[in-house]
């Protein structure tokens, strides 16, 4: 199985600039955190953690505008049609503002009911908790222009400016975040500082756009016909979009009302950890959309479906050694990282949401093809059902068990939808069978990673330390991508690695 060199090339050098950004975040946010929460308590990380989830709900007024400029911003690129391009960031800028004025003002407005009679939020920290939503308000309005400038570098594959510059900006907030609390300051002064932060980063985006659109004035101006044409495209994104926000943040607002604010503390430790996943097929999948566009528009249905595959079975490798930290050492990983109250209430829903995630992680790469061949749609529909699977199990679940209710509300219907989505988009649209799909991206990784768990079990009685853990995991994962490297991989895909880790090796 073949794929352009060139193509290769960029795929994989936009593919480890992901890497790189996701994988120092999850250092960053690995060391940081523990601190974050000391200082803090779990109350108040809860208070911080509700307004994200809150916030995060608006996400759905993006109407899926950002993944439809990195679709049309490509291919328009590659037909050097400034013009085109001109229109969608015009019009998308002048539909982000009124969409961040309208999620700002009603957050700002259910602020009251939901501090006081909807969350079982602590008398003391009720006032502050006004303000953290207040500022969250006017963080979502100026944050949303940021989906314009952030999708550029994108759509130009240019996702070496785009990490970067997350890189930068994500960095000096979490270690802000750090600074403020050991000069003793709260929350009000963090959530001040991330704002100001956020401003900043809007700024930056727009110098480096200028620079890689010379050819183009940004200027809002809303284009009818435009907005149709993106909000085609991005209306099945932006109902994806609600939909993994109703099955992936309704867990922890339920918690909220049902539970006392601390529990949400030990249900968003280890989802945040299990989220960390998505980091492998994320890195993936984001570099690999603007090439599904753009080969679906030359109609090369050959390398669409080397293109699929590959990435698949580079998601399924990349993520399976995920399993040893999160599942087969959770105990353990929580007991050193945080301590020994996190170990006892936060290991099991760890285990639970890494089994779901991980599931969800190999959907990636269906998603995004689904999107680039023009079908929204269908990820968009089964993301429906996941919602309203999830909203009902919560209401069952979390009275009853718990966090690890939310827990296990948010992960059961995976196992059944997943399957059925990867089934659907590599069959009925790309027209590879099932025996394809499994032989070349799932089964030598599956055996590998089997033999691979089976050994940490064992090993597992020898873990006495953070430092210990960290070791043993660093080296069945040499273990298993050694295997991986001379059983799997084929001849280009070997020559590839060994050509980026000359690179990184030498700095060149």
Request: aromatic residues 16%; charged residues 10%.
């Amino acid at each position: 199985m073949e794929t352009s060199r060139p193509r290769s090339h960029i795929l994989i050098r936009n593919t480890l600039w992901n890497f790189l950004s996701q994988g120092w975040f999850l250092i960053l946010a690995f060391v940081t955190t523990p601190y974050i929460i000391h200082k803090l308590g779990t109350d108040a990380y809860g208070v911080l953690s509700i307004v994200s989830v809150v916030i995060g709900y608006f996400g759905f007024l993006d109407l899926g505008l950002g993944q439809a400029i990195i679709k049309y911003v490509s291919e328009y690129y590659a037909k050097k049609d400034y013009d085109t391009i001109r229109k969608i960031i015009s019009t998308a800028l002048v539909v982000y503002f009124l969409m961040g004025l309208i999620g700002a003002i009603v957050v700002a407005s259910l602020t009251g009911l939901l501090v006081t009679k909807l969350l079982k939020i602590p008398s003391n920290l009720t006032n502050i908790s006004y303000f953290v939503f207040y500022i969250g308000a006017l963080g979502f309005l100026i944050n949303m222009p940021l989906n314009v400038f952030g999708s550029i570098p994108m759509a130009l594959q240019r996702f070496d400016i785009a990490n970067k510059i997350k890189m930068c900006f994500g960095s000096l907030q979490l270690l802000l975040t750090a600074f403020l609390l050991y000069l003793g300051y709260f929350l009000k002064q963090i959530v001040i500082m991330n704002l100001l932060v956020s401003m900043f980063s809007i700024f930056v985006y727009v110098l480096v756009s200028k620079k890689l659109l010379t050819q183009i004035r940004f200027k809002p101006a809303f284009d009818k016909n435009m907005f149709i044409k993106l909000f085609k495209f991005g209306g099945f994104v932006a109902l994806s979009r609600i939909t993994v926000q109703i099955s992936t943040q309704i867990n922890k607002f339920i918690i909220g009302v049902f539970l006392p604010i601390s529990q949400l503390t030990y249900y968003v430790v280890p989802y945040n950890l299990g989220s960390k996943v998505q980091m492998i097929p994320g890195s993936i999948s984001t570099a690999i959309f603007p090439s599904f566009s753009e080969l679906n528009t030359m109609n090369k249905k050959k390398t669409l479906k080397e293109l699929y595959l590959r990435s698949t079975k580079y998601v399924v490798i990349a993520t399976i050694p995920i399993i040893l930290v999160f599942i087969i050492f959770a105990r353990k990983f929580l007991y050193f990282w945080i301590g020994p109250e996190f170990a006892q209430k936060s290991t099991l829903p760890l285990q639970i949401i890494t089994s779901g995630y991980i599931l969800s992680c190999w959907a990636y790469t269906s998603v995004v093809a689904a999107q680039g061949l023009n079908r929204p749609d269908i990820p968009a529909k089964f993301q429906l059902g996941e919602a309203f699977l999830n909203v009902g199990l919560c209401f069952l679940l979390i009275p009853r068990w718990g966090i690890v209710g939310a827990a296990l509300a948010w992960s059961s219907y995976r196992f059944i939808l997943i399957p059925l989505l990867i089934f659907i988009v590599s069959h009925f649209l790309l027209h590879i069978s099932v025996r394809q799909l499994l032989n070349y991206s799932f089964v030598k990784p599956l055996i590998i990673g089997i033999g691979i768990m089976v050994l940490a079990f064992f090993l597992t009685a020898l873990i006495k330390s953070l430092l210990s853990l960290i070791l043993t995991f660093v080296l069945l994962s040499m273990l298993y991508f050694l295997i991986v490297y001379f059983w799997d991989l084929e001849d280009m895909d070997k020559n590839l690695v060994l050509h980026y880790a000359k690179k990184i090796l030498y700095w060149r």
